[in-house]
């Protein structure tokens, strides 16, 4: 009976397995929630989902001038369709423009136009021999290849950008052919952001297309400090074709500077468009050409006139005090000269420390230095005035006779056998021992020898500084030759 009534549930069993795998092989197949979510954020252009399928992949999504989103193929020209402008079937993206130069009928070299809208000189390191601009660089070139509608209302209306102009995203560029640039002496190149790239791009009724971007860039300079801080330097920047010589490619550029916008630097500060023998550059592989701008700096010295010239001029003349003190008050003459002495060594290292690498003593250093040599001149004159009033007396005595001398032996009854004697007896006892001192005519020399000194000194150190200032010239504009810089800074104030 228990055989047959297993048998009998066998059947049963079997049946509850089979719905219970079907319900498991249902469940597997429906995707969760969050698998779900998983799927949906995968981006559609990402090469690492397997879910994409191919050709999907190789698709970008540019824009298109009212802002949209479009592909590839919405730029590309198709029959019967209305277009603002468009690239045709053919388009191949890295061919150069100037190959199709017979459809503009031009000839070569093609021609790139640059655009600098210079906000500021940010910064002028004299360590590293750098400058750092903030600008909106802008590059021009001519596409013949455009399909220009020309009826089209997007070129009249102002919602678009300029007339005859509409905006794009740079995203564009993937699908435009664009030139490969140089900056010459780059150090840095960083492009502005805000929530997306300062970027756009812009074609022009003519086939022309402009990209635009905000950057900071950083360049190297080729600076001279011989003449620190009195110095005016002078830095390039230039910007052209990484690969085509000038045969090939030339160009042409603008600036815009605003001096308001400036802020303020140790320099004084004026940029100008780039001088003929900088828009050509010979390397070792060709002749290239180059647009950009040359921005002069003078540095202001007002700061190091009255931290390092005024009190080192002042340091010299107060060391001219020594030689009115008589020489016999020596802690007092010896104290003023040797603290000016240190306060213009230290004013020498801390100088020296702040000042940028020269091939030789810059101008500051030597103007230090001459300041030193003076005083230290002043220490060796009242050292030469010591030495000659030292009178030198020749021993009565030698060593032993000293002692005994000061040290007399005592006899049995306890008396001192020879009494000290005081050195007026001993003189008395004396005569004939000549005192060997100063001469009457090496006497008049020390009492006359600072006056001497107070009447050289001046003419000397007066005369110092008519050649150094005449020859550095600080009063000139050494960005405009002809005007002095009192002039230039009253130009530039409001």
Known sequence: MGMMHFRDKLPLTWCLVMQLSCILHQTSSVDWPEEQSRKESLSPVDPDSKMIPEEQLRKEIPHTSDGGLASLDTNKCKPNTPFIWCL?????????????????????????????????????????????ISMYFAVSWLEPRLKINESATEWSEARTGPANEVNESPEILKYIWYPELEIYGLDTFGRQRVLKEMSGVRIIKNKTITYELGVRITIS????????????????????????????????SHFIYDLDRQR??????????????????????????????????????????????????MFVIVSWVSFLINPHVVPGRMGLLVTLFLVLINIFNSVREQAPISSRLNAIDLYLVVCIFLVFGALMEYAVILFMLKKRRKPFRTIDQGLKHLFPSKTSNGEASQPLRSPSHRENNNPQMPEVGLSFRKQALVENIDAWAMWISPPIFVFWNICYWIAYRPWTNKLLSDNTLLDYVVQRSP
Not at 275 to 299: D, E, H, M, N, W
């Open 88 to 132: 045709p079937q053919d388009y191949n993206q890295e061919k150069h423009p100037f190959t199709y130069f017979h459809l503009v009928n031009k000839s070569l070299p093609w021609d790139y136009a640059f655009r600098f809208v210079i906000e500021e000189i940010s910064n002028i390191n004299d360590k590293s021999q750098t400058m750092s």
């Open 221 to 252: 300079c080729r600076m001279n400090f011989d003449n620190y801080p009195l110095d005016a330097q002078t830095c390039q920047f230039q910007v052209g074709s990484y690969y085509d010589t000038h045969e090939t490619v030339t160009c042409n």
């Open 264 to 313: 303020s630097l140790q320099h004084f500060i004026q940029i100008e468009g780039l001088p003929a023998k900088y828009k050509v550059l010979k390397l070792p592989s060709g002749t290239y050409a180059a647009c950009g701008i040359q921005v002069r700096f003078q540095r202001k010295q007002m700061q190091f006139i009255v931290q390092v010239y005024l009190p080192s001029f």
